[in-house]
């Protein structure tokens, strides 16, 4: 029986947990830890591509569009009227704290369209060669993540600008599968980290803070390339110290149970969150941000995580729901 790899848990769930801090740091306007937490959006796409791109089994088409993509489309037709719904009963709440009452949904269709690319992009990197991989890898990074987001620092995005951060999506989702399956050098990991040390501080310091970067964004915080920079080296280190160890199952139980909740824990946070923000604001109540955001954030964990847990067990659709 092959052994389950333990790191893509636990990096599913610290995502989980860093995207859920994100929303209560965004509710909170504030702007500098939010992009503390966009590392998270870029890494659930990473752990996406390592499964979806590995060669060695074979989903088809029509399999993968009714086994995920299907699940990804009725999630979003379920959950977006719900979302609107949630939206007006909060004053526009939601659509103030994303930009959009539905934008985080949004994702859901950046993974159907990544899903349906993968059958291609899995016959390349089944034949490329690591230096070619690798070479794609960053050639779609440089173009796809840094040539657009500093043609919007320059202000001077046109329509092609936006459409290379397709570019950006796919070279990110084929990261997945580079960092899972690529026998890099202790060089090569040295300057990884060193780059996604710096750009953790960088952010930390706030040094991303124009009204147009990436990485206060939400549209586009997938493809920033300092939260990119960040969940690459977060999947190495978290990916070469857990390979070589054995935790035990009181351990992994609750990393397991949460990475397999984090679907609709990400689903169903954000209305929660709306819901919570416009009883605060009702009631007068304002908490300082070193309350709110650990509280909240917690809290919502919690009461998403168990909700998911009980829509899961609704027969046949549950699964497909969250």
């Not at 979302?83 to 985080?104: E, F, I, R």
């Not at 994702?107 to 291609?120: D, K, R």
């Not at 320059?154 to 899972?180: E, I, K, N, P, Q």
């Not at 857990?242 to 351990?251: H, T």
């Amino acid at each position: 029986m092959k052994r389950r790899m333990v790191y893509p848990d636990v990096l599913r769930a610290l995502s989980c947990i860093a995207v859920v801090f994100l929303s209560v740091s965004m509710a909170a306007g504030r702007t500098a830890l939010s992009g503390l937490f966009t590392w998270a959006v870029p890494l659930f796409v990473m752990l996406s591509g390592m499964f979806f791109l590995d060669g060695s089994w074979y989903i088809s088409p029509r399999d993968m569009a009714r086994k995920y993509g299907l699940r990804l489309l009725v999630a979003y037709l379920v959950w977006f009227p719900i979302s609107v719904g949630v939206n007006l009963a909060t004053g526009g709440v939601l659509q103030g704290m994303l930009n959009g009452q539905s934008l985080y949904l949004n994702f859901l269709f950046v993974m159907i369209v990544l899903y349906a690319f993968s059958p291609a992009l899995r016959v390349f990197t089944r034949a490329a060669q690591p230096k070619e991989l690798q070479f794609a890898v960053l050639l779609g990074y440089v173009l796809g993540c840094l040539y657009p987001f500093f043609q919007v620092q320059l202000g001077t995005t046109r329509l092609m600008d936006h459409a290379m951060l397709g570019l950006g999506l796919l070279s990110v989702f084929v990261m997945g599968w580079f960092l899972r399956s690529a026998m890099l050098t202790r060089k090569q990991l040295r300057v990884i980290y060193l780059l996604g040390g710096l750009c953790l501080l960088l952010t930390l310091r706030g040094f991303w803070l124009s009204a147009t970067a990436f990485t206060t964004d939400p549209a586009m915080m997938i493809v920033s390339p300092d939260a990119v920079l960040i969940a690459m080296a977060l999947f190495l280190v978290v990916k070469n110290t857990l390979s070589g160890m054995r935790l035990s199952r009181r351990v992994l139980r609750p990393i397991a149970a949460l990475s397999q909740l984090s679907f609709g824990i990400y689903l169903i946070h954000p209305l929660l969150l709306a819901a919570l923000c416009c009883a605060l604001n009702r009631a007068g109540v304002v908490l300082p941000a070193g309350v709110f955001i650990p509280v909240a954030a917690i809290g919502l964990l919690l009461v998403s995580g168990a909700l998911t847990y009980v829509i899961r067990k609704i027969p046949k659709i549950g699964t497909y729901l969250a």
